[in-house]
T-cell receptor, first 109, second 114 residues
């Protein structure tokens, strides 16, 4: 089976930076995704990494190290609307997505 | 532009009853997926279809069946519901199942089995 670990909860202040770590052990690797999911809603795509390094998209950045089985999602200039669950997902050797349990981020004023 | 629609939005079902969750996409995506999401466990793949006419089993397929008669529709059937199937069910689709394509999710169906 696949093993994807991320912290359960994180809290940060509006305007601050938060880094959500994700470690994985999977059978093969064909990319890592980050999704955002607001309470009661569907997951929505945030970012995709398949090569080592940093991908930046506005206030959100995602980093990947394939040799370490490690990724992080960086959220900058936090806003109240960023309060959500963030899901790390790895595409394995069979091109199937396996998800971590998600990290709930709470942004305080 | 609808994307992916799911029906019903929510359902309360008596144990032992048969139930079909509907999923339709209008993006002409080849691949479609069914996940269940439970607190603390994240999303788990139930069944998938890489193209019309083919289906495959995911991580938790027992008690569920699917069919893919055409590109747009991918219904999920619970033949005889049990309380452990209480969950939120998400349908997703991607342009191609065997390549590095992003999956897009429907709004979900909240199912309570009593």
């Amino acid at each position: 089976g696949q093993n994807i670990d991320q912290p359960t909860e994180m809290t940060a202040t509006e305007g601050a930076i938060v880094q959500i770590n994700c470690t994985y052990q999977t059978s093969g690797f064909n990319g890592l995704f980050w999704y955002q999911q607001h309470a009661g809603e569907a997951p929505t795509f945030l970012s995709y990494n398949v090569l080592d390094g940093l991908e930046e998209k506005g206030r959100f950045s995602s980093f990947l190290s394939r040799s370490k089985g490690y990724s992080y999602l960086l959220l900058k200039e936090l806003q109240m609307k960023d309060s959500a669950s963030y899901l790390c997902a790895v595409r394995d050797g069979d091109y199937k997505l396996s998800f971590g349990a998600g990290t709930t981020v709470t942004v305080r004023a | 532009i609808a994307g992916i629609t799911q029906a019903p939005t929510s359902q309360i079902l008596a144990a032992g009853r048969r139930m079909t969750l509907r999923c339709t996409q209008d993006m002409r995506h080849n691949a479609m997926y069914w996940y269940r999401q439970d607190l603390g466990l994240g999303l788990r793949l139930i069944h998938y279809s890489n193209t019309a006419g083919t289906t495959g089993k995911g991580e938790v397929p027992d008690g569920y069946s699917v069919s893919r008669a055409n590109t747009d529709d991918f219904p999920l059937t619970l033949a005889s519901a049990v309380p452990s199937q209480t969950s939120v069910y998400f349908c997703a689709s991607s342009a191609a199942g065997g390549r590095q394509e992003t999956q897009y999710f429907g709004p979900g169906t909240r199912l309570l089995v009593l």
